[in-house]
């Protein structure tokens, strides 16, 4: 143990790596935090002798391997190698997998402490504290130096068999990242200029907010620079992060197209692009046995998983293409759950594609591997004028009293009381805010709390703490709901714990003896501030990002962070741009306005028959359209958005716009269609906006104004306008997708002709022709 090292290596990530084995159990167990894990080690600690040694760092080098960590505890007198692990309920509960990676650190930290100190043997202790008892259970065992060295070595060899893999993988990887070419003949217009902003925000370090206009590729636009900064500036990782599904299918279009997806064995030496991809997919999605639990009594995936994961694994960073289809198919191969070796390869790939939440939320798994092994990550963030809305749902948390209610009458006694307290609570509440329970009209059916409820976050940690410990004795017991109430007790609790001007608490009636408690997240920029601190670059990039300040104050955005607009390469003469200033799409107005709306509808289509879209501010408005457009024009053929459409039924929502056809489709703004689908062609060719995308100017929405008043000097631009028109735009930008594409654009709103508002449309659509009709309304937002 004493050669110079070219690989270093915590234990705990040796032993994940090399010792687990047996199946894989996700059973739900009841976990202490990491606070009372903290707590349960000192405590362990302070209960020993004067001579015990605490938090001893360890370390040896095995063939130019260096294995180092911290030991809990020695024990010098009884010559007792400590491991302390805290837990909650009965220890018969534990997966093998995760007693075998106990005994393994252990026996590794006894094997660097024998080497260090000369001892000849030492007793290995795995020390077990249930923090509810305090109670310990503790297994020993004796081993021989001889014998420790033996497993260590054992371990440092498998470690550095992948290890010497994985070095010669980036060798290869940034070598040819370095030569890597563009994949067309010359850049679109624009997107050399987006590629050259990312690649200096890569190399600089920054993080980049790029408003580049729809159709000029930038996806590939970002993902190409960053591949070429890998080996220049030692990046680690990319991480291409999307909002919705055909974002993912983007990015890995765009890596395929530079050559990531030619397989290593069929590829020659010149055609090889040694580039791991990985394309992350919702577990509900993933999953092969929708309905089983995940261990092995139950799944015959989770059956013997780690003993085939290493096969599994060598295979797939072979195989180095892994969207969900060429994942699936190893993971069948191997007969793996094809959603945990996603987990696992995430370690072992250089771009990875999924979902915003896998960097942004709170217990995010790319950050948290980014933290642990110090990665310099490159994020690349697609559609991110949707990062605001998306981050304040994920640090947002709320209860339903009638579900509560309903759960607790199904409740074993243990369990009855502790509920009881929060029903207590919960009517305390309502009552204190003055919403009548029982529904009493004229009541208040909402109101923004001055703070935290203290009482009830005090009963709803009391409900956690008693579900927590129950369920730690009576396993047998974890029903679906209740697993469920605790996490959900548990998500608003921990948000309690970090409640400030960021969020606010509202308290909502929704008729007798329903109430909903929401802490609701405001300003995300608090949240997400450390996640990007703990980037190395960052290229957030959509159509739709201006003002840049918006985004910067709201997403917590580094002060050096540079803004980029990138000009279009389309001209005004491509759109045809008109305002309908006689109408008024207002509530109050809306009856009226649907006479002079469907007017224009047919009166366009028309002139210029082809597939349209027109968009509503809601399905009420839009329901209401629609029946008076059939009426009107039963002739022309229309396909409309329904509340809560499915997968399928989007899609074939889409394939009607075929090319060559005729259609009207009606959809909602802020909806699947309006934004993120290319229609491009005369698959589209015009859309018409009946609304100015506003919220409503509901409780919640003023709160939040004056909220972003206070905190931004900005209240009716951040809770209202910004949002609103970065809506509108987006839909508008359904309609020229390439340089050959022509189409009109009908804003049916008075408020549109307003200058301060066509400030804010984009540049290139040129100066609207607007028509007026009768008196205008009142000049107000």
């Given at each position: 143990m004493g050669e110079a090292a070219t690989w270093r290596v915590a234990v705990r990530t040796l032993c994940?790596?090399?010792?687990?084995?047996?199946?894989?159990?996700?059973?739900?167990?009841?976990?202490?935090?990491?606070?009372?894990?903290?707590?349960?080690?000192?405590?362990?600690?302070?209960?020993?002798?004067?001579?015990?040694?605490?938090?001893?760092?360890?370390?040896?080098?095995?063939?130019?391997?260096?294995?180092?960590?911290?030991?809990?505890?020695?024990?010098?007198?009884?010559?007792?190698?400590?491991?302390?692990?805290?837990?909650?309920g009965r220890l018969d509960?534990?997966?093998?997998?995760?007693?075998?990676l106990h005994w393994a650190q252990v026996s590794v930290y006894g094997a660097l402490l024998c080497a260090e100190r000369g001892l000849a043997s030492v007793t290995l202790a795995l020390v077990y504290l249930d923090i509810a008892t305090g109670r310990e259970t503790v297994l020993t065992r004796e081993a021989s130096a001889a014998e420790l060295a033996a497993f260590f070595e054992t371990q440092c060899r498998r470690y550095l068999a992948w290890a010497a893999q994985e070095a010669e993988h980036r060798a290869r990887r940034d070598a040819a990242l370095v030569g890597l070419a563009f994949p067309h003949p010359d850049f679109r217009p624009g997107q050399r200029d987006l590629a050259e902003s990312a690649y200096k925000a890569a190399s600089t370090g920054r993080c980049l907010l790029a408003q580049a206009p729809t159709g000029i590729g930038k996806t590939l636009g970002t993902l190409y620079p960053l591949l070429m900064a890998m080996p220049r500036r030692g990046l680690d990782r990319i991480a291409f992060l999307t909002m919705k599904t055909p974002g993912r299918r983007l990015a890995l279009d765009a890596l395929s197209a530079l050559g990531a997806d030619v397989p290593a064995a069929d590829a020659t030496d010149t055609e090889r692009r040694p580039l791991r991809v990985l394309e992350l997919t919702a577990r509900d999605k993933a999953c092969e046995y929708p309905g089983r639990a995940c261990h092995g009594e139950a799944c015959p995936l989770a059956a013997g998983f780690y003993d085939r994961l290493p096969a599994a694994r060598q295979a797939a960073v072979?195989?180095?293409?892994?969207?969900?289809?060429?994942?699936?198919?190893?993971?069948?191969?191997?007969?793996?759950?094809?959603?945990?070796?996603?987990?696992?390869?995430?370690?072992?790939?250089?771009?990875?594609?999924?979902?915003?939440?896998?960097?942004?939320?709170?217990?995010?798994?790319?950050?948290?591997?980014?933290?642990?092994?110090?990665?310099?990550?490159?994020?690349?963030?697609?559609?991110?004028?949707?990062?605001?809305?998306?981050?304040?749902?994920?640090?947002?948390?709320?209860?339903?009293?009638?579900?509560?209610?309903?759960?607790?009458?199904?409740?074993?006694?243990?369990?009855?009381?502790?509920?009881?307290r929060l029903a207590r609570q919960w009517q305390a509440l309502v009552k204190e805010a003055g919403l009548d329970e029982a529904g009493q009209p004229g009541a208040p059916a909402y109101r923004v709390l001055e703070g935290l409820p203290a009482g009830m976050v005090a009963a709803l940690q009391g409900v956690a703490s008693a579900i927590t410990e129950y369920l730690g004795e009576h396993p047998e017991e974890a029903s679906l709901e209740l697993q469920e109430l605790l996490f959900e007790a548990l998500a608003f609790t921990r948000l309690a714990e970090r409640f400030g001007d960021h969020s606010l608490c509202d308290l909502a009636r929704?008729?007798?003896?329903?109430?909903?408690?929401?802490?609701?997240?405001?300003?995300?920029?608090?949240?997400?501030?450390?996640?990007?601190?703990?980037?190395?670059?960052?290229?957030?990039?959509?159509?739709?990002?201006?003002?840049?300040?918006?985004?910067?104050?709201?997403?917590?955005?580094?002060?050096?962070?540079?803004?980029?607009?990138?000009?279009?390469?389309?001209?005004?003469?491509?759109?045809?741009?008109?305002?309908?200033?006689?109408?008024?799409?207002?509530?109050?107005?809306?009856?009226?306005?649907?006479e002079p709306i469907v007017s224009e509808l047919a009166g366009q289509f028309r002139r210029r028959p082809g597939h349209y879209l027109a968009f509503f501010s809601s399905f009420a408005y839009l329901d209401a359209a629609l029946a008076c457009f059939c009426e009107a024009?039963?002739?022309?053929?229309?396909?409309?958005?329904?509340?809560?459409?499915?997968?399928?039924?989007?899609?074939d929502f889409l394939a009607g716009f075929a090319p060559g056809g005729e259609s009207i489709g009606f959809a909602v703004l802020g909806g699947a269609f309006a934004e993120g689908i290319d229609l491009p062609g005369d698959r589209l060719i015009g859309a018409?906006?009946?609304?100015?995308?506003?919220?409503?100017?509901?409780?919640?929405?003023?709160?939040?104004?004056?909220?972003?008043?206070?905190?931004?000097?900005?209240?009716?631009?951040?809770?209202?306008?910004?949002?609103?028109?970065?809506?509108?735009?987006?839909?508008?930008?359904?309609?020229?997708?390439?340089?050959?594409?022509?189409?009109?654009v009908v804003l049916m709103d008075d408020r549109f002709a307003r200058r301060e508002v066509r400030a804010r449309l984009p540049a290139w659509w040129g100066p609207p022709v607007t028509t007026r009709g009768g008196a205008a309304p009142p000049a107000r937002w």
């Open positions: 994940d790596f090399t010792a687990r084995e047996g199946d894989l159990d996700h059973r739900f167990t009841p976990a202490p935090s990491a606070r009372e894990g903290i707590d349960g080690h000192a405590l362990v600690a302070g209960r020993r002798g004067d001579g015990y040694e605490a938090e001893i760092p360890l370390s040896g080098t095995f063939e130019g391997l260096t294995v180092s960590g911290r030991a809990d505890g020695y024990d010098p007198l009884a010559n007792r190698l400590e491991e302390v692990k805290t837990h909650r509960r534990m997966a093998d997998n995760q007693r075998a072979t195989r180095g293409w892994l969207d969900r289809a060429s994942l699936r198919e190893v993971a069948g191969e191997h007969g793996v759950c094809p959603y945990y070796l996603g987990q696992e390869l995430a370690r072992w790939c250089d771009v990875v594609v999924g979902d915003v939440n896998h960097w942004f939320d709170a217990n995010a798994l790319l950050h948290g591997l980014a933290r642990a092994n110090g990665w310099r990550t490159g994020l690349l963030v697609d559609e991110a004028h949707n990062l605001v809305e998306r981050a304040r749902a994920m640090y947002s948390a709320e209860l339903d009293q009638r579900r509560l209610a309903r759960l607790r009458r199904a409740m074993p006694m243990p369990l009855k009381r502790p509920l009881g929704h008729g007798r003896g329903r109430a909903v408690l929401g802490l609701r997240n405001l300003v995300p920029a608090d949240f997400l501030a450390p996640r990007f601190e703990a980037a190395h670059a960052a290229v957030l990039f959509s159509a739709t990002l201006s003002p840049a300040h918006f985004h910067r104050d709201l997403l917590g955005l580094p002060e050096a962070t540079v803004w980029r607009e990138v000009a279009s390469p389309f001209a005004a003469e491509q759109l045809e741009l008109r305002i309908r200033a006689d109408i008024s799409t207002r509530l109050r107005d809306r009856e009226a306005s649907l024009h039963p002739d022309i053929p229309v396909r409309t958005q329904t509340r809560g459409m499915r997968e399928e039924a989007r899609e018409f906006i009946a609304t100015l995308g506003l919220p409503p100017a509901d409780p919640f929405n003023e709160a939040l104004k004056a909220r972003l008043a206070a905190r931004f000097g900005r209240g009716d631009d951040y809770a209202y306008h910004i949002p609103g028109l970065i809506k509108v735009v987006q839909a508008a930008g359904r309609v020229i997708r390439g340089p050959g594409d022509e189409g009109t």
